[in-house]
């Protein structure tokens, strides 16, 4: 009769100590990773550069560093106006993410730590204490105003007849998420 070795069992312990781990505690690295990837990456770009004049770097950028409430702000409530990262003025937008507090927390623990950037981690519970003070003091109030016109729709229907405006009705019932079309024509001048 055929009989398993034990490195059949060893490695069939082995494989399922590793699905546990995995299941109970997400590398928020690795999560963090794919949350830049699936929602960062478009506008500060693969190595964190950015793009000088447009969209600021987040590889060793001095406003990420200087406050960890900059991050957690920049993505629960969206960052607008002028803001000086390494010393370049910028005047742009960034919308905000409805991402939950564990993922804020992922995404921001990975930029802090790519790089060449050495900040620590960030953790949910601060995610959550910073939202609560912020313009959408939690994520069903940023889901709420998020639902109402989902952004890319806003900026591509317009966008592609040539004339970029947001509807004032719409900018003051979305709760002020939208941001003024001046924004959108710095953000994306070659489609307005
Ligand atoms: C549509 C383009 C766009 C996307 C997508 C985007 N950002 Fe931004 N981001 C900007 C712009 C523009 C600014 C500067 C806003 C200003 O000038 O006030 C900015 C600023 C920032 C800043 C502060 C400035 C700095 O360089 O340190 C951080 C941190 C940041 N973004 C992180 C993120 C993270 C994390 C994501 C993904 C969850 C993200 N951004 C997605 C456009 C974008």
Known sequence: ???????????????????????????????????????????????GQ?????FPPLAK????????KNGILSIVQGLSGPITVNGQNYNGAM??????????AAVLTYIRSSWGNTGDAITADEVRDVRKKSRFP???????????????AAVWTRATKGVFQLDADYYARSGGLFLPSAHYEAMFPARV
């Open 1 to 47: 009769m055929l009989r398993p070795s034990p490195a059949f069992f060893t490695s069939g312990l082995l494989w399922l100590a590793t699905l546990a781990l995995t299941a109970a505690e997400p590398d928020p690295l690795a999560q963090g990773r794919l949350i830049y990837l699936q929602h960062c990456v478009i506008c500060h770009q693969a190595a």
């Open 50 to 54: 950015g793009s000088p004049g447009t």
């Open 61 to 68: 950028s001095d406003y990420l560093a200087a406050d960890r």
């Open 95 to 104: 919308p905000p993410f409805v991402l939950d507090d564990v993922q804020v």
């Open 138 to 152: 939690t994520l069903e109030k940023l889901k709420a105003a998020a639902a109402y016109l989902p952004l890319p």
